[in-house]
């Protein structure tokens, strides 16, 4: 597969306390990975669903990574993961997220990513 998304096959949606990223591998293939800000700043991934036929390819990393990101732009403080569903085995959903920088929230039981919000430029007028 190519090492990047193709810009032009990713549509990005980041407005009110919502990211959707969509990736379209053709007209009738998709993934996407989404997520909804809770509380202010806490942020939960509401899916992320690689087109079965793509799976093990690095999509479900690069979308999940930009996901992140995009909170991170956004001011995000934390993303938590519930891993589990889809009739997969929760121990490769782990695996996946782990592989992401996501750790275990052992008092919630679920994983999470701590973000540092991006500082604004103090110089910038
Ligand atoms: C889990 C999922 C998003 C991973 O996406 P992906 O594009 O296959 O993942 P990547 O190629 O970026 O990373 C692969 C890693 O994810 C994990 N993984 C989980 N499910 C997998 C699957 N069905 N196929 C391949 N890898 C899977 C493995 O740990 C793998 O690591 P490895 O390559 O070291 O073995 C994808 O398999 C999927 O959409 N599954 C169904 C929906 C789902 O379970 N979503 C997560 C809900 S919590």
Redesign the pocket.
């Given at each position: 597969m190519e090492n990047e998304l193709a810009p032009e096959n990713l549509i990005v949606n980041a407005f009110g306390g919502s990211v959707d990223l969509l990736y379209r591998h053709s007209n009738f293939e998709a993934?996407v990975a989404s997520a909804t800000e809770m509380e202010k700043g806490e942020w939960w991934?509401n899916?992320?669903?690689?087109?079965?036929a793509?799976?093990?390819?690095?999509?479900?990393?690069?979308?999940?990574q930009l996901l992140v990101k995009t909170i991170k732009d956004c001011g995000g403080k934390e993303v938590t993961?519930?891993?589990?569903?889809?009739g997969?085995?929760p121990k490769?959903?782990y695996?996946?997220?782990y592989?992401?920088g996501f750790v275990d929230d052992n008092a919630r039981q679920l994983l999470v990513i701590r973000l540092t919000p991006v500082v604004e430029d103090q110089d910038a007028v």
């Amino acid at each position: 597969m190519e090492n990047e998304l193709a810009p032009e096959n990713l549509i990005v949606n980041a407005f009110g306390g919502s990211v959707d990223l969509l990736y379209r591998h053709s007209n009738f293939e998709a993934s996407v990975a989404s997520a909804t800000e809770m509380e202010k700043g806490e942020w939960w991934i509401n899916r992320v669903n690689v087109h079965r036929a793509y799976r093990g390819n690095g999509y479900g990393s690069k979308l999940v990574q930009l996901l992140v990101k995009t909170i991170k732009d956004c001011g995000g403080k934390e993303v938590t993961a519930a891993p589990g569903g889809y009739g997969e085995d929760p121990k490769k959903q782990y695996n996946f997220y782990y592989k992401n920088g996501f750790v275990d929230d052992n008092a919630r039981q679920l994983l999470v990513i701590r973000l540092t919000p991006v500082v604004e430029d103090q110089d910038a007028v």
